[in-house]
């Protein structure tokens, strides 16, 4: 007899909830907030739209089946099983935070604030998941591509929108860039670190690099095998150069960074503390990751 699907709820502390776990009480937490100039009125509201989100949605999970809840804080400790339905409730960066743990399960995305998310990945309202669940086997699935960087120890990252690497600090980095596609070109450099996005990335820090490069390149989609990666400020010097700072990788392309610093780190989606620790003469290979986030509709 096999098991009933399990629906795994993702939500993550609102900003009311932090605020009174700080300062200890609602009353202290308002007063800290008028010395600034906000009134916690706001803040208590959307705290309050969260939870009726969370109760309906909850409440439309059918009766026979499996339940689990997740805080975003918890994730890394969290074990996901294959038949899982992931449902996300927040806004579209809790969706890219849990993507890095799944294989791929589906994720239906929940938005608790219509109009104050940009809705990109969390497309859905709470009065619609009953629906959802119910067809959640048969209903269309965007397969969003996904960045991996893989070090030459074996560790492994991945995300949903960016890689960034580069110092703690964001300070000058220093390494050797190596593009396979351009005749395995490398180029020692010093920057503010290299970032590789995504189509989904395209929406958020990707794209404001490629604004700032006058768009030479075209942006990918969020399901399209291509990424985009920009070189930050990168020094001219004697030992050091400019002529490899931006381009696209293919699905079967890479990019690769060896280590000229004492340590250098890697990053995805805006998470720095879920880092690869890198060091002097270490290599990172950074391409699109075989796996997809399977989004509902």
Known sequence: MSLAPRVVLVHRTTEYDELVAHHGTHGQAAFFLSTRGRDIEEIAERHRRTGRALAEVAAAIPLNWR??????????????????????????????????????????????????????????????????????????????????????????????????????????????????????????????????????????????????RGARLTLPSPTEDRLLWFVREAWPSPVTGTSLVAGELTASASLTLTVESDRLIAFGDGIETDALELTWGQTVRVGACAHRLRLVG
Not at 76 to 88: G, I, Q, S, T, Y
Not at 193 to 207: D, F, P
């Open 67 to 212: 339940q689990a809840r997740v805080e975003r804080a918890d994730l890394d400790r969290f074990l996901f099983a294959p038949e899982d339905v992931v449902l996300v409730v927040g806004q579209d960066g809790l969706v890219a935070n849990v993507a890095k743990y799944l294989d791929g399960q589906p994720v239906i995305g929940i938005d608790t604030d219509p109009g104050r998310n940009p809705g990109v990945l969390v497309r859905h309202r709470p009065e619609h998941a009953a629906t959802l669940l119910a067809s959640v086997g048969a209903a269309r699935a965007d397969e969003l591509t996904m960045v991996e960087a893989v070090a030459d120890d074996t560790q492994r990252l991945v995300a949903l929108n960016e890689i960034y690497l580069g110092t703690a600090g964001h300070q000058t980095a220093r390494y050797r860039l190596g593009l396979e596609v351009d005749g395995g070109v490398v180029e020692a450099q010093a920057s503010s670190g290299v970032l590789v996005g995504t189509g989904t990335g395209a929406t958020g820090w990707l794209r404001s690099l490629w604004q700032e």
